[in-house]
């Protein structure tokens, strides 16, 4: 079994499914999807030491912040997956079960609670945005998405590297 590409195979899968579901979020319920050059432009500027915005949109735009945030967020995603793995161990990709993926996935929205939303101005747990219990419930439901994505994209990586090995 090679484990690098189980779990980049389900970090991607699970992140794109992600991707899916903010396309039809933004179709059937007209909510705005995440501006991934925003994410860029704050590790552009997390990386020159400025960790802290008010708001990130009103901070000077850097060469290829868009690249960067959605790069970044494909890399995140295989970060989570690599902590499933950390968490339940190889077994998983053997037989890939949806709790354990479903809750990675819940357990991840405090990445963005605790270090992106604070860092980019809108405060803890989007406390300083408009509706903070709308986005709060936005990206929990996201982060459930994103587990069940774990799952699939698991149930595909076992099949083609664990099985076929």
Do not use: K
């Amino acid at each position: 079994m090679n484990l690098l590409l189980c779990v980049m195979v389900t970090g991607i899968g699970a992140t794109a499914l992600t991707d899916v579901w903010t396309v039809a979020r933004r179709s059937l319920l007209n909510v705005p999807a995440p501006d991934y050059g925003l994410v860029g432009r704050w590790l552009a500027w997390s990386a020159r030491g400025r960790f802290r915005h008010s708001p990130i949109s009103a901070s000077p735009s850097v060469p290829l912040e868009r690249l960067v945030g959605w790069s970044a967020h494909y890399v995140i995603g295989i970060c989570f997956a690599a902590l499933l793995l950390a968490v339940c161990g190889s077994e998983w990709f053997r037989n890939p079960a949806l709790l354990p993926a479903l809750l990675t996935g819940v357990c991840t929205v405090a990445a963005p609670f605790l270090l992106m939303q604070p860092g980019m101005g809108a405060g803890i747990a989007a406390s300083r945005t408009r509706n903070p219990g709308i986005a709060r419930l936005h990206s929990l439901i996201t982060h459930c998405i994103f587990g069940m994505g774990l799952y699939v994209a698991g149930l595909i990586a076992s099949y083609l590297f664990v099985w076929s090995a």
